[in-house]
């Protein structure tokens, strides 16, 4: 059973940084592309990053670039999206995602199949 738990969520003012954790189980985690998601409510869950399973390939939303970093940690099965200069708008639950089994390391991910339960994120203006 995939287990994908998410942390590192919380409340920041308008310019600072977080850093979320993705640990996984149940997968053999250094084999599986991974990838963050970003839903406000009321909007459709809209992708972040992603991070190939050897961390060698790495692709992020626009809205993002230049600001936030995913890299992985293979040996603590965890993965991680460091969030810089951080804007209002960037305000949301973030989900950590995985592929299904078969998928695990085709990049690009073209789907996701398992997600955590998700972090908030609240950044004050």
């Known amino acids: 059973q995939v287990q994908l738990v998410e942390s590192g969520g919380g409340l920041v003012q308008a310019g600072g940084s977080l850093r979320l954790s993705c640990a996984a189980s149940?997968?053999?985690?250094?084999?599986?592309?991974m990838g963050w998601f970003r839903q406000t409510p009321g909007k459709e869950r809209k992708f972040v990053a992603a991070i190939s399973w050897s961390g060698g390939s790495t692709s992020y939303a626009d809205s993002v670039k230049g600001r936030f970093t995913i890299s992985r940690d293979n040996a603590k099965n965890t993965v991680y999206l460091q969030m810089n200069s951080l804007e209002p708008e960037d305000a949301a639950v973030y989900y950590c995602?995985?592929?299904?089994?078969?998928?695990?390391?085709?990049?690009?991910?073209?789907?996701?199949?398992?997600w955590g339960q998700g972090t908030q994120v609240t950044v004050s203006s």
């Open positions: 995602a995985a592929p299904r089994p078969q998928y695990g390391s085709v990049w690009p991910v073209v789907k996701y199949d398992y």
């Open positions: 149940g997968v053999t985690f250094s084999s599986y592309n």
